[in-house]
T-cell receptor, first 113, second 114 residues
Framework: QKEVEQDPGPLSVPEGAIVSLNCTYS??????FMWYRQYSRKGPELLMY????GNKEDGRFTAQVDKSSKYISLFIRDSQPSDSATYLC?????????????FGKGTKLSVKP | KAGVTQTPRYLIKTRGQQVTLSCSPI?????VSWYQQTPGQGLQFLFE???????NKGNFPGRFSGRQFSNSRSEMNVSTLELGDSALYLC?????????????FGPGTRLTVL
């Protein structure tokens, strides 16, 4: 079983839809959770960062962590065509180095006008 | 403020050759990390440098090496290229090391090994 599992999609939704992106993980020691967005021909950019469990909201984006189920989610409200990208989850059990981040393979999202 | 720059953007090499990729971090950033991204394996950590010292290394063979200069610019080298080394190589910089310091990624170098 891979440490981090992420449905690769592709996921296609109409503009204005609520999008739910998810990752599951096996290492119960993970406590740092991140979501990155990667546009085509670009490097990833950090969207959301959560430490331990709970919810975090930033504009149209909400990140949720459920450590009991080893499950994290990213919700996008009122999705826009500009949200079309690949979304990567990442997590770590140790905060001392970026090198401990384990990334999911990414979910490709397409928002149709 | 200029972002992370990587050169070259595209590279084609043949098996057995070696390659050097370059990364210029955001001004003032002292931590530089390198990643390999492939469709099959996703984004995998190669190594991290901070103030010219390698702080962490991923699970890659010794053919992959790197270094950081006093101006924080970094290079990575892959020797004896294999077909499986074809990938997007990403560099990321942050002000300090550690998860709490946001990483900013460059656009990557697309390496194709024939």
């Amino acid at each position: 079983q891979k440490e981090v599992e992420q449905d690769p999609g592709p996921l296609s939704v109409p503009e204005g839809a609520i999008v739910s992106l998810n990752c599951t993980y096996s290492n119960s020691a993970f406590q740092y959770f991140m979501w990155y967005r990667q546009y085509s021909r670009k490097g990833p950019e950090l969207l959301m960062y959560t430490y331990s469990s709970g919810n975090k909201e930033d504009g149209r984006f909400t990140a949720q962590v459920d450590k009991s189920s080893k499950y994290i989610s990213l919700f996008i409200r009122d999705s826009q065509p500009s949200d079309s990208a690949t979304y990567l989850c990442a997590m770590s059990d140790y905060g001392g180095s970026q090198g401990n981040l384990i990334f999911g393979k990414g979910t490709k999202l397409s928002v149709k006008p | 403020k200029a972002g992370v720059t990587q050169t070259p953007r595209y590279l084609i090499k043949t098996r057995g050759q070696q390659v050097t990729l370059s990364c210029s971090p955001i001004s003032g950033h002292r931590s530089v990390s390198w990643y390999q991204q492939t469709p099959g394996q996703g984004l995998q950590f190669l190594f991290e440098y901070f103030s010219e010292t390698q702080r962490n290394k991923g699970n890659f063979p010794g053919r992959f090496s790197g270094r950081q200069f006093s101006n924080s610019r970094s290079e990575m080298n892959v020797s004896t290229l294999e077909l499986g080394d074809s990938a997007l190589y990403l560099c990321a910089s942050s002000f300090l090391t550690g998860i709490g310091n946001e990483q900013f990624f460059g656009p990557g170098t697309r390496l194709t090994v024939l």
